[in-house]
């Protein structure tokens, strides 16, 4: 009997258990937040009736968001977007879903969130405009419950009009391109970017913590709740927590304050990013209603306008790059894959900060320059009332510039990256005296939102009675591009100001390309300066092509380094980019800038970067070695870690160098023979590093290297392979431009491709490729089977295929 009791009582205990676990699991999911990125239908062109039930979609084409048309499209001179944007398409197209919402949502709060759409949307629910957009960049919501079919189908229509042509400077995408998120919540509840969470007093021993929560009622009765804010370490570990009663009116909105302190804080900084989340909950008669999560970094930070930039005390210099918004062969697409690959390129490369130039980028950019480290410079506009191309953001700025900067930096404000607001960046009003006005008005509205962080923009005038931006006296924070030649009279010229070098280098490169130098270039001609084109649409990877308006990275990294009063540097820029292909014309489709190419593969001045902003032991020697019998070659060094670099060919010294003053690399001018390029570097007589490189024989292989062995199977997650053409020991084959066919089987299917040469006009969705200077790569993306993924990669008779297997998980 007793064996019997205790077999009721162990079942009761465990009912419980389960009864609480399941209590929980609903709790937990008080906010409801769904994927709505799935079975929509898209057709190009306008459909002002796939408004109404009766529409059919039936010549429609099915796809899963995010999705850009643009990129899909071909390169064409003719298309209107012109040079800037990539000699891509643009125009209109639709977007129609149908779905259903749950019958027990009738008493929610229901809305959908768009995180960006490209651009002059307006969407539709049920037949009813909710509303439009014109600023393709900005995250933005509405509120669907009056509208809703509940327990029924409904219909979300979206028109996207991106057919004023040319409307910016760089290549934009067509289409929703971010996230889409459905959200169902109680009339009580955490308003949209509601929270607002700042760290007043922070030092390693404690931290506290000041939360203020928007809280929205619905409701056609006054509320009495009770607020609950828990700060959660990496671990979800509860470090602090407190609670209030409240209460709030009817069909009202109200802001609460709650104040707390962590003991022994783990702060944030680019090399231990630790972060915490604050989850705010609300519970009326003892029920979860809805619950709230926000990013939450410990770290505080100083500009000085003589000791440059300090982050947790610590003198810090950033070293940063900017970035526009696109994926490469992705477009304009965005997919947290991508966007960690690219930072992650950028963090071995030393890189420790981004200028998310020059617009709003998107959640999972900010969310991951969070997690890994960087510091961020958040940039607002390319433009205010003053255009700078025929249809851009100042035919929409007198109607929306103050709302689309609230939502700006209420999206942003608790991320701790975000060390820094850009108001514009090379904005014409810096020449006349309205810039005062406007500069004004943009920081005011940005300090009644976050006080935290000081306001800046991106100026290229450096003369003060030419600056009327700067004359406005609203900047905390000067920010130049370019002109590194006159940064040493800055402390005199601009007295007590703290100074970024906000955007700098515009150097030009080819990965892979190398013509000898014979000194340092600029262009173009009409400036009074020389650039030799090639009749390929080439520029030279040896860092000695720059822009009229700015420097070589060496020549900028030289002065940025030796001022003290500089906080730092972003370079232009981290990767290629589509469109603005400066100095050629048709058919070049993308920039040169990068010091990595659109393909994610970098250049050799990388390594310079590498060599410098790292303290891991750095040898580099390029160019490749497959050149014509006696030609002389101009072999560079970057190295650090080391006091000189010993050259080699073919087991013959051609003597020691080492870096004099203040140079950045070494070089040796060789004459060629076949064989093998040996370098080594010493310190202290003792060897560092060796490289070599070797002369590549007939290509034979095709070698394939995934960037990870494992792919998530959930539509979204990516696979970076990087194909190569070697010979039969494995070395590149630097002059090899076969054509390679792709073949998909499994769990993924390619959605991009590409070579990173700027001129290439094949499409980045063909099913092939041909590689640029031995090398481009294939993007597989999970299509949800449940399959291991299989990438063949063939050129015909020439070389054998060759297969790359990936598992799905």
Known sequence: MKSYKNILQKIGIVLVLLLSTACFAQAKKARIVEDFNKNWNFKLGDYPKAINANFSTA??????????????????????????????????????????????????????????????????????????????????????????????????????????????????GSGIYRNVRLVASEKLHVAKWGTYVTAPEVSAAKATVRLEVSIDNENASAKEFKLVTSILNADNVEVANTTSTEKIGAKTSAKKIHNLTVNQPKLWDTENPNLYKVVT??????????????????????????????????????????????????????????????????????????????????????????????????????????????????????????????????????????????????????????????????????KSLDTTRPVTSALTENVIEKNFIYQSGALDLLGFNYKHEDYKDFPERFKGQKILASESVSALETRGHYDFPD????????????????????????????SYWGATHEENWKTI???????????????????????????????????????????????????????????????????????????????????????????????????????????????????????ISRKDGKVVLEKEIHTAGTASKIDLKADKNTIKNDTYDLVYVTVSVVDKDGNLSPNANDLIQFEVTGGGKLVGVDNGYQAGLDSFKANSCKVYNGKCIAIIQSNGKKQNIQLKASTGNRIAPSTIDVKVE
């Open 281 to 446: 909950k609300i519970y009326e008669n003892s029920k979860l209603i809805d619950n709230y999560e926000t990013p939450l970094g410990f770290r505080y930070f100083n500009f000085d306008s003589e000791k440059g930039f300090s982050l947790n005390g610590k003198p810090t210099k950033i070293l940063g790059v900017c970035l526009h918004h696109d994926n490469g062969a992705l477009g304009a697409v965005e997919n947290i894959h991508a966007v960690r690959r690219k930072l992650k390129l950028l963090k071995e490369m030393g890189c420790n900060a981004i200028r998310m130039s020059h617009n709003p980028h998107s959640l999972e950019m900010m969310q991951l320059c969070d997690e890994m480290g960087f510091i961020v410079q958040d940039e607002a506009f390319d433009v205010w009332k003053k255009k700078k191309v025929t249809n851009d953001y100042h035919k929409d700025w007198d109607a929306w510039h103050k709302q689309d900067l609230e939502d700006f930096i209420k999206r942003d404000r608790n991320h701790p990256s975000v060390i820094m607001w850009s108001i514009g960046n090379e904005i014409r009003e810096q020449f006349d005296s309205t810039g005062i006005a406007i500069t004004r008005e943009l920081a005011k509205i940005v």
């Open 519 to 546: 000194g340092i270039k600029a262009w173009p001609t009409k400036y009074g300066a020389s650039f030799d084109g090639n009749k390929d649409w080439t520029v030279s990877a040896y860092d000695q092509v720059k």
């Open 561 to 679: 380094k030796k001022q003290d009063f500089m906080a730092g540097t972003f370079i232009w820029t981290g990767f290629d980019y589509i469109g603005e292909p400066d100095p050629y014309p048709y058919p070049a489709r993308s920039s040169y800038f990068g010091i990595i190419d659109l393909a994610g593969l970098p250049k050799d001045v990388y390594y310079m970067y590498q060599s410098e902003w790292t303290t891991k032991p750095v040898l580099h020697i390029f160019p490749h070695w497959n050149w014509t019998a006696g030609q002389e070659v101009d072999v560079w060094a970057y190295y650090n870690n080391a006091d000189e670099v010993e050259l080699f060919l073919n087991g013959e010294s051609l003597g020691k160098k080492a870096k004099q003053n203040d140079d950045l690399h070494i070089s040796w001018r060789v004459k060629f023979e076949p064989g093998t390029l040996k370098a």
């Open 59 to 172: 010549d429609w084409r099915a796809l899963q968001l995010p999705h850009d048309w643009s990129i899909e499209g071909a390169f064409n001179k003719d298309n209107p977007t012109k040079q800037a944007q990539g000699f891509l398409p643009a125009g209109k197209g639709w977007y129609r879903k149908i779905f259903t919402v749950p019958a027990n949502w009738k008493n929610k709060a229901v809305s959908v969130e768009f995180d960006g759409v490209f651009k002059n949307s307006e969407v539709f629910i049920n037949g009813h405009s909710l509303g439009i957009r014109p600023n393709g960049y900005i995250s933005f919501s509405y509120e669907l419950s009056q509208y809703l079919h509940f327990g029924k189908q409904n219909i979300i229509a979206v028109k996207v009009d991106n057919d004023a042509q040319p409307n910016s400077r760089w290549y934009t």
